[in-house]
């Protein structure tokens, strides 16, 4: 899902930012799951559902993806009659996880006018309220169409963002593009970079990128 935040105008330079592992120390998913179990107790039929589509990925009834769409339906099924104030709560609960140097990395970008897009497999139903939150000028996150997910991992999210910067008119020529992630899976978008931040990576990462011919800058920070 592709979301703007205000009238972004084309810039000379974009930078693009994960989510998990890069902006967050957390798996932001992992945690969305796990805070649902808990406060789900506020709405029993929703409550139901959701544990009932992680119970058959215990069970080895799916994997990973399908039990991610599965309650991707169910939250968009329920997210109506779910209270405002535990949603809040989450993405304040997602705040606290922020890896600040990366914060303050994207903070100077915005303060010299360079736009900042967040890039993730994560749930548009958290990552674009949680993106507002932050001011930073647009979204690109998992979604349903017709029911199924639309997981923005991989060539996906290298589609999504390129398409993101010919939202205007223009196209990927227009810009100079920094990409900062923690993990191989956005090796085809850090190939579409001019430059790549690699924060806190694996060394199973750092050799996925040098073999791709990346060029990259490791960022340590523990938050």
């Known amino acids: 899902m592709v979301e703007r935040f205000g009238g972004t105008n084309v810039r000379q330079r974009l930078v693009v930012c994960d989510l998990d592992g ?3 120390s957390v798996n932001s998913f992992r945690l969305w799951v796990l805070y649902w179990d808990v406060m789900g107790l506020f709405c029993p039929p929703f409550l139901a559902v959701w544990l009932i589509a992680q119970g058959r990925r215990l069970v080895g009834g799916s994997d990973r ?5 599965e309650l991707m339906r169910t939250y968009e099924r329920f997210e109506g009659r779910l209270p405002m104030r535990l949603k809040s709560c989450f993405l304040w609960l997602l705040r606290m996880t922020i890896n600040r140097r990366v914060q303050r990395m994207i903070e100077a970008y915005r303060g010299d006018g360079v736009p900042v897009l967040l890039a993730t497999a994560a749930p548009c139903f958290y990552a674009t309220p949680f993106g507002e939150c932050l001011g930073v000028d647009g979204t690109v996150a998992s979604y349903l169409e017709k029911g199924r997910m639309m997981e923005m991992v991989g060539d996906c999210k290298r589609v999504a963002v390129l398409h993101w910067l010919g939202a205007d008119g223009g196209g990927r020529a227009d810009w100079i593009m920094v990409a900062l992630t923690d993990h191989q899976d956005d090796l085809p978008l850090a190939l579409e970079a001019d430059w790549t931040y690699l924060v806190n990576p ?3 990462s ?3 990128f040098k073999s791709a011919g990346v060029a990259f800058k490791v960022l340590k920070s523990r938050g």
């Open 22 to 24: 890069t902006l967050l």
């Open 65 to 69: 993806a399908v039990m991610k769409m």
């Open 202 to 204: 694996s060394a199973e």
């Open 206 to 208: 750092c050799r996925s």
